[in-house]
């Protein structure tokens, strides 16, 4: 039984490119996020109604969480700026491999990447999700070669993931 033809794969570029525009809005909308919070904290209706309402002060706590993320995703972007992926053809895998895997007869797209862990994003017509080596899947996937398999557990279930192509 032959194989049917694979889907034609997503341009490597085009997906750096959209990761780093999906990067840039999320550092957008977590800074945005965090100036609301923290001007809702120190807003006069937020003032303290005595010495136990600690509302003021756990929505400054908020704030600042969410500045900091605001902080960690501009890093991340700023990293993905400077990143230049190199090319997996003939090479194991390593940050900067787009990878696509057979996950027992479902097809996915993985950008092997030191930032950005959990993101997605769609290109060409490919949903395209980041994984960094030290998650569980870019473990699994940092030495290997197309054509090797492995064998993860995800959500309590054991699945078999067959690395089809990198680029």
């Known amino acids: ?34 100036k609301d919070t923290a001007e809702g904290a120190t807003h006069e209706e937020a003032r303290s109604e005595g010495d136990k309402d600690m509302r003021a002060t756990e929505q400054s706590y908020v704030a600042r969480g969410q500045a900091m993320r605001a902080e960690d995703l501009a890093d991340a972007l700023a990293r ?3 990143f230049a992926p190199p090319s997996f053809d003939q090479r194991p895998l390593g940050a900067g491999a787009l990878v696509e895997v057979d996950v027992e007869g479902e097809r996915r797209w993985l950008f092997l990447l030191p930032v950005a862990g959990g993101t997605e994003v769609l290109v060409d017509g490919c949903r395209i999700f980041v994984v960094t080596p030290t998650s569980p899947v870019g473990r699994q996937l940092v030495g290997k070669e197309p054509g090797d398999a492995f064998d993860l557990a995800l959500a309590g279930r054991v699945r078999e993931w067959i690395i089809e192509r990198a680029w």
Not at 18 to 29: K, M, Y
């Open 1 to 34: 039984m032959s194989r049917p033809a694979a889907p034609a794969a997503p341009d490597k570029r085009r997906a750096l490119s959209a990761l780093r525009d999906a990067l840039r809005q999320a550092v957008h909308r977590m800074t945005a996020v965090a």
């Open 80 to 82: 993905l700026e400077r």
